[in-house]
């Protein structure tokens, strides 16, 4: 058994996969990459269990099983070597899962336990999968065409019988052919007689039984309604009707499509963009559209006229499905989001974990007070990414205005993003991209310990002339208030430093406000980037070529340090025993590292650094470079010019961002190499906005057996209960250590309480039922406990207070809760009546003798 | 080619006049057509869609119903009371006879055409019989308060459905009672409005098919009186309803202008289980689609905004794109404009009165395609009123604009025009 910190680590991220650097064999104990969230990029619609408890969705090489009652991931169906592209319940045995893949293998599982039962190799890459209750061995994948390129075929595929787990699934039978690649445009009518598949503006429905293709096109390309391209088809599940979505919104239901004459559809209308997906209810009697507009539409009886509409779903609707008993509908977002929608067409859950946001301006925060990850999320809002949990921790609306989904609107969006040291106040900028005049504001949030939110404090209407390229708190540990600073660098070529004043306004509800207190420039070159150094007496600027270093009490400029050619990319000071240095990236591939005791350059390296970033609690720094299509990542000691760790060949992807993330307890790493992973975690955002990071840990370590992922580990989860009996339990061992140290043993040996505590919520039988079991488990200590105690006490005080009157003997339990305050026995003593008092201390005196045995 | 001046003749004021009503023959490719201003025209499909005659129309008399019967005789009635026969081939009226039930809206011809059945402002519907040489007041059947708007026989000619207002009833021939009453806003909650059944049809299987002023189309089982099916074709009325002689299709108009296909399809394939499903919407019109038309091949559509529209269905053509075989009828097919020559008037024709007009004149010259200024406007010489109720015919000017002629379906007359320098006096002759 790990660490707990480390077995933590292990179950928070088990939403990861392993990629291992591709040629390279995994020494045990190297640092491996590894995906730990964004970017699922949902190959599939989503596919609820039968009994519509848990949701199978794909997601990226994987297939992930969320609970819809907790919205937790419950499993991580892991094994394919590609991007999981069809999932389907297997028709013959709701416990079991089929999963397509584009590495070629399809796969049966049985998802309640998350064991693969069997891999069936095509060996084509598979686009979609479809599997049909009325075909017995078979199903359907679409493959493309081994002579063309670009074309696609629907076959199927028959799976052998045979014994073993991994077979040959190599009797193929095509269907249809010139088919799309989009799982969206194919889909199975009622009781699989026939098959609609869509393709640019043609429909192909091929009848089984008859073995008739019937194929009808709309009329290409008009001019006025733009173009009229078929985007996705669903099928009536209990009449002959094809609906199909098409590209300028409209949707068309076929049908008498069994006539090449006599078919006929109607339309309807509402989307005003493409429609991205359709679904029709279990009986049919209404049908379910979305698109870009990220509003799902429901139509009723197929009628134009009777429609609702659930708005303001955040992004674009790609996929939607039905649950087998109609009680829910799922769609999946774009920006991976996932949401379930009940039947009645009310919002019900969201299941979301890093949100995929157009472009990440902020660059990766970490939020002091929870760890988490902070970056833009949904248009205008910052998300707050729990890393532990992969889930959004919550979004914080910044820009407060509506979205507006329109090609080519400028919209408000948030660029810049910093956190004061304590995490007590944020400040935001957020610009509107216009090219001539920016429209800049600057804000500052103060978190709200009461509504435990930020709150807005001071809004700065065009801090800066042009666009604001850096920002940073003067980062003082201590929390007095008059030490706060805030700086801004921007393109005006000056940087700004902002201060807290007292609010003279009498009216105003805030005490405090933000106010420009100094404006420096240098040369009239275009401040680039700003940072403090670790004690906050010092600030570097850096403006094109130069670093410029002040004095943060005085702004004094104190010296310039240059390395050209080439403009300042990054620059960070150096912490704890470096805190003496200052380290620059620069355009043209230099890394660079000032002494500021002797103004001088200590070293420099010849290095493409994308990324530059200090890790808070220790004095590395980590860089990452993009040299020839990888990344590569050193990580340095400002005071050795040779670098600690250099993992080359990080990934394929340009890495855009990076972050250290404090743990919360150090980690034991033994090996000299990775001793900077002890304090922090290290994580990446590449251009495809996929979050990894490094770990120690080898790949069975980190995939521990889904039994066990389930059962959570002890004293783990910061939930209320673990908070409630954290919390009592310091009290109590503050009190009277010794007293109690047999009770909390036993609390924590009672299985009640552990089976309580361990087990996953969504399984938990309801709560009335176990109030008993808890009540009692505490009950029997207590009373073997009380009877220990309370009778000393009482003992002692029957002796005293024995013929005294009834008044005087309450004062005294009075004194004695005084004494005590926290002595729980002494407060469910004084709620006791008086009779049941003396009825208990005819108890005690009958114990008296047992008592004395010990 | 020689050199032309072309005038520019924006002053013909013309207002066509809306299509009211439309009549198909059965198993004829003719078809009927009322406007509002009580003219009739009949349409020869097999002569491609030829105007074939126009009945001019009378000022006391509009028509609100056409039906044939009897063969080829054709039958109008109207809000004046009064069922007329047209003389197809005077192109006039040739009977008319009193329907006695005050005015007129609705007319419906059994299948074998021997009876008419009219329905009145006075909540009766009334029977004739069309005998030869004319037609007999048979018997007047169960008299309702509320204007029966629609009628429709059932093809076995036994009963009758008739639309009122809020309420549709269905009546049996023999014995002339009401056998069944079904208010067709019943279920419908917290509604004060009135519900206009505008259109109403009767399906042989017992299906009663109405269009309502809520824009619905419903599908009513009328031995039980239970609604089988309602679609909400439109936020404003469904005006007009037509069935085709298959019964496996219905054309709707609505108010906005656009007409709805309404198509009895397979729910699934080999299956007997069949349902209306609203298929195809057509937006030819601008205004109210009063009235619809099914025949074998098309679906036809006349509005107020007097156009014509005959849109055939594409899957009982054997070729041709569909703009080859949309018609429209925008213009009127007549004659409306007169032009003498020499003295460069024009004499223009309107239901009631006739205009004449001197051409604007110009002295210059230019090239192709330039406009000209003009040294003289055109100018308002005449305007003569017929005399009467009916409505002018047909019209002429003299080549020297000195004679002016016109004619009603019963008159005709001429007049001499004298031009004494800017005075114009006019004689009739």
Same mark, same amino acid.
């Given at each position: 058994?790990?660490?707990?910190?480390?077995?933590?680590?292990?179950?928070?991220?088990?939403?990861?996969?392993?990629?291992?650097?591709?040629?390279?064999?995994?020494?045990?104990?190297?640092?491996?990459?590894?995906r730990?969230g964004g970017s699922p990029r949902h190959?599939?619609?989503?596919?609820?269990?039968?009994?519509?408890?848990?949701?199978?969705?794909?997601s990226g090489?994987?297939?992930?099983?969320?609970?819809?009652?907790?919205?937790?991931?419950?499993?991580?169906?892991?094994?394919?070597?590609?991007?999981?592209?069809?999932?389907?319940?297997?028709?013959?045995?709701?416990?079991?899962?089929?999963?397509?893949?584009?590495?070629?293998?399809?796969?049966?599982?049985?998802?309640?336990?998350?064991?693969?039962?069997?891999?069936?190799?095509?060996?084509?890459?598979?686009?979609?999968?479809?599997?049909?209750?009325?075909?017995?061995?078979?199903?359907?994948?679409?493959?493309?065409?081994?002579?063309?390129?670009?074309?696609?075929?629907?076959?199927?595929?028959?799976?052998?019988?045979?014994?073993?787990?991994?077979?040959?699934?190599?009797?193929?039978?095509?269907?249809?052919?010139?088919?799309?690649?989009?799982?969206?445009?194919?889909?199975?009518?009622?009781?699989?007689?026939?098959?609609?598949?869509?393709?640019?503006?043609?429909?192909?429905?091929?009848?089984?039984?008859?073995?008739?293709?019937?194929?009808?096109?709309?009329?290409?390309?008009?001019?006025?309604?733009?173009?009229?391209?078929?985007?996705?088809?669903?099928?009536?599940?209990?009449?002959?009707?094809?609906?199909?979505?098409?590209?300028?919104?409209?949707?068309?239901?076929?049908?008498?499509?069994?006539?090449?004459?006599?078919?006929?559809?109607?339309?309807?209308?509402?989307?005003?963009?493409?429609?991205?997906?359709?679904?029709?209810?279990?009986?049919?009697?209404?049908?379910?559209?979305?698109?870009?507009?990220s509003?799902?539409?429901?139509?009723?009886?197929?009628?134009?006229?009777?429609?609702?509409?659930?708005?303001?779903?955040g992004s674009a609707?790609e996929?939607?499905?039905?649950?087998?008993?109609?009680?829910?509908?799922?769609?999946l977002h774009t920006d991976n989001r996932i949401?379930?929608?009940?039947?009645?067409?009310?919002?019900?859950?969201?299941i979301q974990g890093l949100i995929k946001s157009m472009d990440i301006k902020?660059?990766?925060?970490?939020?002091?007070?929870?760890?988490?990850l902070?970056l833009n999320g949904e248009p205008?809002h910052?998300q707050?990414y729990?890393?532990?949990?992969d889930?959004q921790?919550?979004s914080?609306?910044?820009?407060?205005?509506?979205?507006?989904?329109?090609?080519?609107?400028?919209?408000?969006?948030?660029?810049?993003?910093?956190?004061?040291?304590?995490?007590?106040?944020?400040?935001?900028?957020?610009?509107?991209?216009?090219?001539?005049?920016?429209?800049?504001?600057?804000?500052?949030?103060?978190?709200?310990?009461?509504?435990?939110?930020?709150?807005?404090?001071?809004?700065?209407?065009?801090?800066?002339?042009?666009?604001?390229?850096?920002?940073?708190?003067?980062?003082?540990?201590?929390?007095?208030?008059?030490?706060?600073?805030?700086?801004?660098?921007?393109?005006?070529?000056?940087?700004?430093?902002?201060?807290?004043?007292?609010?003279?306004?009498?009216?105003?509800?805030?005490?405090?406000?933000?106010?420009?207190?100094?404006?420096?420039?240098?040369?009239?070159?275009?401040?680039?980037?700003?940072?403090?150094? $670790?004690?906050?007496?010092?600030?570097?600027?850096?403006?094109?070529?130069?670093?410029?270093?002040?004095?943060?009490?005085?702004?004094?400029?104190?010296?310039?340090?240059?390395?050209?050619?080439?403009?300042?990319?990054?620059?960070?000071?150096?912490?704890?025993?470096?805190?003496?240095?200052?380290?620059?990236?620069?355009?043209?591939?230099?890394?660079?590292?000032?002494?500021?005791?002797?103004?001088?350059?200590?070293?420099?390296?010849?290095?493409?650094?994308?990324?530059?970033?200090?890790?808070?609690?220790?004095?590395?720094?980590?860089?990452?470079?993009?040299?020839?299509?990888?990344?590569?990542?050193?990580?340095?000691?400002?005071?050795?010019?040779?670098?600690?760790?250099?993992?080359?060949?990080?990934?394929?992807?340009?890495?855009q961002l990076?972050?250290?993330?404090?743990?919360?307890?150090?980690?034991?790493?033994?090996?000299?190499?990775?001793?900077?992973?002890?304090?922090?975690?290290?994580?990446?955002l590449t251009d495809t906005q996929e979050l990894?990071?490094?770990?120690?840990?080898?790949?069975?370590?980190?995939?521990?057996?889904?039994?066990?992922?389930?059962?959570?580990?002890?004293?783990?989860?910061?939930?209320?209960?673990?908070?409630?009996?954290?919390?009592?339990?310091?009290?109590?061992?503050?009190?009277?250590?010794?007293?109690?140290?047999?009770?909390?043993?036993?609390?924590?040996?009672?299985?009640?309480?552990?089976?309580?505590?361990?087990?996953?919520?969504?399984?938990?039988?309801?709560?009335?039922?176990?109030?008993?079991?808890?009540?009692?488990?505490?009950?029997?200590?207590? $009373?073997?406990?009380?009877?220990?105690?309370?009778?000393?006490?009482? $003992?002692?005080?029957?002796?005293?207070?024995?013929?005294?009157?009834?008044?005087?003997?309450?004062?005294?339990?009075?004194?004695?809760?005084?004494?005590?305050?926290?002595?729980?026995?002494?407060?469910?003593?004084?709620?006791?009546?008086?009779?049941?008092?003396?009825?208990?201390?005819?108890?005690?005196?009958?114990?008296?003798?047992?008592?004395?045995?010990? | 080619?020689?050199?032309?001046?072309?005038?520019?003749?924006?002053?013909?004021?013309?207002?066509?006049?809306?299509?009211?009503?439309?009549?198909?023959?059965?198993?004829?490719?003719?078809?009927?057509?009322?406007?509002?201003?009580?003219?009739?025209?009949?349409?020869?499909?097999? &002569?491609?869609?030829?105007?074939?005659?126009?009945?001019?129309?009378?000022?006391?008399?509009?028509?609100?119903?056409?039906?044939?019967?009897?063969?080829?005789?054709?039958?109008?009635?109207?809000?004046?009371?009064?069922?007329?026969?047209?003389?197809? &081939?005077?192109?006039?009226?040739?009977?008319?006879?009193?329907?006695?039930?005050?005015?007129?809206?609705?007319?419906?011809?059994?299948?074998?055409?021997?009876?008419?059945?009219?329905?009145?402002?006075?909540?009766?519907?009334?029977?004739?019989?069309?005998?030869?040489?004319?037609?007999?007041?048979?018997?007047?059947?169960?008299?309702?308060?509320?204007?029966?708007?629609?009628?429709?026989?059932?093809?076995?000619?036994?009963?009758?459905?008739?639309?009122?207002?809020?309420?549709?009833?269905?009546?049996?021939?023999?014995?002339?009672?009401?056998?069944?009453?079904?208010?067709?806003?019943?279920?419908?909650?917290?509604?004060? +409005?009135?519900?206009?059944?505008?259109?109403?049809?009767?399906?042989?299987?017992?299906?009663?098919?109405?269009?309502?002023?809520?824009? +619905?189309?419903?599908?009513?089982?009328?031995?039980?009186?239970?609604?089988?099916?309602?679609?909400?074709?439109?936020?404003?009325? &469904?005006?007009?309803?037509?069935?085709?002689?298959?019964?496996?299709?219905?054309?709707?108009?609505?108010?906005?202008?656009?007409?709805?296909?309404?198509?009895?399809?397979?729910?699934?394939?080999?299956?007997?289980?069949?349902?209306?499903? +609203?298929?195809?919407?057509?937006?030819?019109?601008?205004?109210?689609?009063?009235?619809?038309?099914?025949?074998?091949?098309?679906?036809?559509?006349?509005?107020?905004?007097?156009?014509?529209?005959?849109?055939?269905?594409?899957?009982?053509?054997?070729?041709?794109?569909?703009?080859?075989?949309?018609?429209?009828?925008?213009?009127?097919?007549?004659?409306?404009?007169?032009? &003498?020559?020499?003295?460069?008037?024009?004499?223009?024709?309107?239901?009631?009165?006739?205009?004449?007009?001197?051409?604007?004149?110009?002295?210059?010259?230019?090239?192709?395609?330039?406009?000209?200024?003009?040294?003289?406007?055109?100018?308002?010489?005449?305007?003569?009123?017929?005399?009467?109720?009916?409505?002018?015919?047909?019209?002429?000017?003299?080549?020297?604009?000195?004679?002016?002629?016109?004619?009603?379906?019963?008159?005709?007359?001429?007049?001499?025009?004298?031009?004494?320098?800017?005075?114009?006096?006019?004689?009739?002759?």
């Open positions: 058994m790990p660490v707990p910190g480390g077995s933590r680590r292990a179950a928070g991220h088990h939403g990861a996969g392993a990629a291992v650097p591709a040629g390279k064999m995994v020494a045990p104990g190297a640092l491996r990459v590894v730990c190959g599939a619609r989503a596919v609820f269990s039968n009994d519509s408890k848990y949701l199978l969705c794909a090489d994987f297939v992930k099983m969320y609970s819809l009652a907790t919205e937790e991931t419950l499993r991580l169906l892991g094994g394919h070597g590609g991007l999981v592209t069809g999932v389907q319940l297997n028709p013959h045995n709701c416990m079991q899962l089929y999963s397509s893949s584009l590495d070629g293998s399809i796969k049966l599982w049985d998802f309640m336990d998350g064991i693969p039962i069997k891999t069936f190799t095509v060996g084509h890459k598979l686009l979609a999968l479809y599997a049909l209750a009325s075909s017995e061995d078979s199903v359907f994948v679409v493959v493309p065409k081994s002579s063309e390129r670009d074309t696609f075929q629907l076959v199927s595929v028959k799976l052998t019988k045979a014994a073993g787990q991994d077979l040959e699934a190599k009797e193929l039978s095509v269907v249809l052919d010139s088919v799309d690649a989009s799982p969206k445009c194919i889909a199975f009518g009622r009781a699989g007689e026939y098959v609609a598949s869509v393709k640019e503006v043609n429909l192909q429905v091929y009848f089984f039984k008859q073995k008739q293709l019937n194929r009808f096109s709309v009329s290409a390309v008009k001019a006025k309604s733009g173009n009229n391209h078929f985007t996705c088809v669903a099928c009536h599940p209990k009449e002959d009707c094809i609906a199909t979505g098409h590209a300028d919104g409209k949707i068309r239901l076929w049908r008498n499509f069994y006539h090449r004459k006599e078919y006929t559809f109607s339309t309807l209308h509402w989307h005003h963009d493409t429609v991205m997906d359709l679904a029709f209810s279990v009986e049919g009697t209404s049908l379910l559209s979305g698109g870009v507009e509003v799902l539409v429901l139509w009723r009886n197929e009628s134009d006229y009777q429609k609702d509409f659930l708005p303001r779903l609707i996929y939607i499905s039905m649950s087998p008993d109609g009680a829910f509908c799922c769609t949401t379930i929608i009940n039947s009645n067409l009310r919002f019900s859950k969201s902020t660059g990766l925060v970490v939020d002091p007070r929870t760890k988490a902070v205008g910052l707050f729990s890393l532990q949990s889930q921790l919550f914080l609306d910044i820009v407060q205005r509506q979205y507006i989904h329109q090609a080519g609107l400028k919209q408000v969006d948030l660029v810049k993003v910093a956190f004061s040291a304590q995490g007590k106040w944020l400040a935001t900028v957020e610009e509107r991209e216009e090219v001539t005049d920016p429209e800049l504001q600057l804000k500052l949030w103060f978190y709200d310990e009461e509504t435990q939110s930020f709150k807005l404090n001071t809004r700065i209407n065009t801090p800066h002339e042009d666009h604001i390229t850096g920002m940073c708190f003067r980062d003082m540990d201590e929390s007095e208030d008059d030490s706060l600073l805030l700086v801004t660098a921007g393109r005006d070529c000056v940087f700004k430093v902002w201060v807290m004043v007292e609010d003279t306004d009498p009216e105003a509800q805030q005490s405090v406000s933000w106010s420009c207190d100094f404006v420096g420039s240098y040369h009239n070159y275009q401040a680039t980037n700003c940072c403090f150094s $670790e004690d906050g007496s010092l600030l570097a600027v850096s403006f094109e070529e130069t670093v410029t270093v002040w004095d943060s009490v005085t702004w004094d400029l104190k010296c310039t340090f240059c390395h050209p050619p080439g403009k300042i990319r990054n620059i960070c000071f150096g912490r704890l025993t470096c805190s003496k240095y200052l380290i620059g990236a620069t355009d043209y591939g230099f890394l660079c590292c000032w002494n500021l005791l002797n103004c001088a350059l200590e070293w420099s390296a010849h290095l493409n650094i994308l990324v530059l970033q200090p890790d808070p609690l220790s004095e590395y720094i980590a860089a990452v470079s993009w040299l020839s299509k990888e990344s590569s990542l050193f990580v340095f000691k400002p005071n050795e010019p040779r670098p600690i760790y250099i993992q080359r060949n990080l990934c394929k992807e340009k890495i990076a972050a250290f993330v404090p743990r919360d307890e150090p980690e034991m790493i033994s090996a000299e190499k990775y001793l900077w992973l002890r304090r922090s975690q290290l994580f990446f990894m990071t490094l770990s120690t840990k080898s790949l069975e370590e980190r995939l521990t057996p889904a039994s066990k992922q389930l059962a959570v580990e002890e004293g783990l989860l910061v939930t209320p209960f673990s908070l409630l009996f954290g919390r009592h339990r310091r009290q109590q061992s503050q009190e009277d250590l010794g007293k109690l140290a047999v009770h909390n043993k036993h609390w924590q040996d009672s299985p009640a309480v552990k089976e309580l505590l361990h087990t996953p919520a969504h399984v938990l039988p309801s709560a009335s039922f176990l109030c008993p079991i808890f009540i009692n488990s505490l009950l029997i200590s207590k $009373e073997n406990k009380s009877a220990e105690e309370v009778s000393d006490e009482v $003992e002692m005080e029957s002796e005293n207070t024995e013929d005294d009157s009834d008044e005087e003997r309450d004062a005294a339990e009075m004194e004695q809760e005084d004494t005590n305050p926290m002595e729980l026995l002494g407060e469910t003593i004084c709620k006791l009546s008086k009779s049941q008092d003396k009825e208990l201390r005819k108890i005690r005196k009958m114990d008296y003798s047992w008592i004395s045995a010990f | 080619m020689g050199e032309f001046e072309v005038h520019r003749v924006r002053f013909f004021a013309l207002v066509p006049a809306g299509v009211r009503c439309l009549a198909c023959l059965p198993r004829a490719a003719r078809l009927a057509l009322a406007r509002t201003d009580g003219a009739v025209e009949v349409y020869n499909f097999a &002569a491609n869609y030829f105007q074939e005659k126009v009945i001019p129309g009378h000022e006391a008399r509009s028509v609100e119903a056409l039906c044939w019967a009897a063969g080829e005789r054709l039958f109008g009635a109207g809000l004046s009371g009064e069922i007329i026969e047209y003389d197809l &081939a005077g192109l006039r009226m040739s009977r008319c006879v009193d329907g006695g039930g005050g005015p007129i809206w609705s007319m419906a011809a059994n299948s074998s055409g021997t009876q008419l059945a009219i329905g009145c402002e006075d909540g009766s519907v009334k029977l004739f019989q069309v005998v030869p040489g004319g037609i007999q007041f048979e018997r007047n059947l169960d008299r309702r308060k509320g204007r029966i708007l629609c009628l429709s026989w059932h093809p076995s000619d036994t009963h009758i459905a008739a639309g009122s207002i809020d309420v549709l009833r269905v009546l049996d021939v023999c014995s002339g009672q009401t056998v069944k009453r079904i208010m067709v806003n019943y279920h419908v909650q917290k509604v004060k +409005r009135e519900c206009i059944v505008w259109s109403i049809a009767f399906l042989s299987n017992g299906t009663v098919v109405t269009s309502d002023s809520f824009g +619905r189309v419903q599908f009513w089982d009328w031995e039980r009186g239970t609604l089988q099916e309602s679609h909400t074709v439109s936020t404003s009325a &469904a005006l007009s309803l037509a069935v085709s002689e298959k019964e496996d299709s219905i054309i709707v108009g609505t108010s906005s202008g656009a007409t709805y296909q309404f198509q009895l399809l397979p729910v699934k394939m080999g299956s007997l289980e069949k349902r209306w499903v +609203r298929t195809k919407p057509f937006q030819h019109h601008t205004h109210d689609v009063r009235a619809v038309a099914h025949s074998s091949t098309a679906l036809i559509s006349g509005g107020l905004d007097a156009q014509l529209v005959i849109r055939p269905l594409m899957e009982k053509m054997q070729k041709k794109g569909y703009d080859a075989v949309l018609r429209k009828f925008t213009f009127p097919h007549r004659r409306l404009v007169s032009c &003498a020559r020499k003295a460069r008037l024009l004499l223009f024709q309107f239901s009631q009165h006739l205009e004449l007009w001197r051409l604007g004149s110009t002295e210059e010259t230019g090239k192709d395609g330039q406009v000209l200024p003009l040294c003289r406007m055109p100018e308002h010489l005449l305007q003569l009123k017929s005399k009467g109720p009916e409505h002018i015919y047909c019209s002429c000017v003299s080549p020297c604009g000195s004679w002016v002629a016109y004619s009603t379906a019963s008159r005709f007359h001429l007049y001499q025009v004298q031009y004494e320098g800017n005075s114009i006096s006019v004689k009739k002759v």
